[in-house]
């Protein structure tokens, strides 16, 4: 797609807007492009990319990477293993608290007259992997404990299934809600510290802890009466391509932006198109 990008896409776009890509966004990528195929656009943010979008694609590469250091302790040395897994995950809320309460950010990324604002917190701690690693060392507690379990099932209480789906609801609902109130131009509720402090380190890990008990409790058979401790089919299929679509899509996007030969008029219709 980069090399797509770069070279040869030019010669598709004919439309009265065709002279922006040759401009700024071919020239950007037929400079960049080394920056999404090694994984490090999340890193060098500046100066643009062919793939800006696969930033994700770069932090979960690197994380990938490093996921050795975590996984054979816990293998080789289980107690060991556990204590650092603990202290990476209390880590992964601990960097980007600690990064926003240091450069004054907002919690996550917010409706903002102040852009800088936003691109400074974009920079500062969307895009890194140590401050985006905590759902993926939720993942990481939900895959040893599916390694522990083997081909057993848990039983559990409908107390206890009960319990676990409604703490995993609120949780999720507040981590998804619980910036309502920040989140307007027309006078939004200031910034508390400990409401910048507590969902900007927080949110992450708990919104992997909500999926997690989703994955644990539909493995072993308490998804819904008629889930079992396998996952569909039809999910196998479907997952490999969500990663490609969120890299090409954007790129078809843009490319019919470009060849639209008539004004179009904002619309909720348009927008959602």
Wanted: hydrophobic share 45%.
């Amino acid at each position: 797609m980069c090399g797509f990008q770069a070279t040869v896409m030019r010669f598709f776009l004919s439309g009265p807007l065709s002279y922006v890509w040759n401009m700024s966004w071919q020239t950007s990528c037929a400079k960049n492009w080394w920056k999404d195929v090694t994984f490090v656009n999340n890193f060098i943010p500046d100066g643009g990319s062919c793939l800006p979008q696969t930033w994700y694609i770069a932090a979960d590469m690197q994380m990938y990477l490093v996921a050795p250091l975590i996984i054979l302790p816990l293998y080789f040395y289980e107690d060991i293993g556990k204590a650092w897994l603990l202290l990476l995950t209390a880590l992964s809320a601990i960097i980007p608290a600690a990064i926003i309460y240091d450069k004054d950010l907002p919690p996550t990324t917010l409706i903002s007259i102040d852009f800088s604002l936003y691109q400074k917190y974009f920079d500062l701690v969307y895009l890194p992997p140590w401050t985006r690693a905590s759902p993926w060392l939720a993942g990481v507690w939900v895959g040893y404990i599916f390694f522990k379990q083997g081909n057993t099932r848990y039983k559990m209480s409908p107390l206890v299934v009960t319990v676990g789906w409604t703490l995993a609801a609120i949780t999720g609902l507040l981590v998804v809600f619980g910036m309502y109130s920040y989140n307007h131009f027309v006078s939004p509720t200031p910034y508390e510290l400990m409401s910048r402090l507590t969902y900007g380190g927080l949110h992450r890990l708990a919104w992997g802890a909500a999926l997690g008990w989703l994955v644990f409790a539909c493995h072993n058979g308490y998804g819904d009466p008629g889930s079992s401790p396998r996952k569909p089919a039809v999910q196998e299929n479907v997952e490999p391509h969500v990663s490609t679509n969120g890299v090409s899509n954007p790129v078809f996007m843009t490319e019919n932006s470009i060849t639209t030969e008539k004004t179009l008029k904002a619309s909720k219709i348009v927008t959602a198109l």
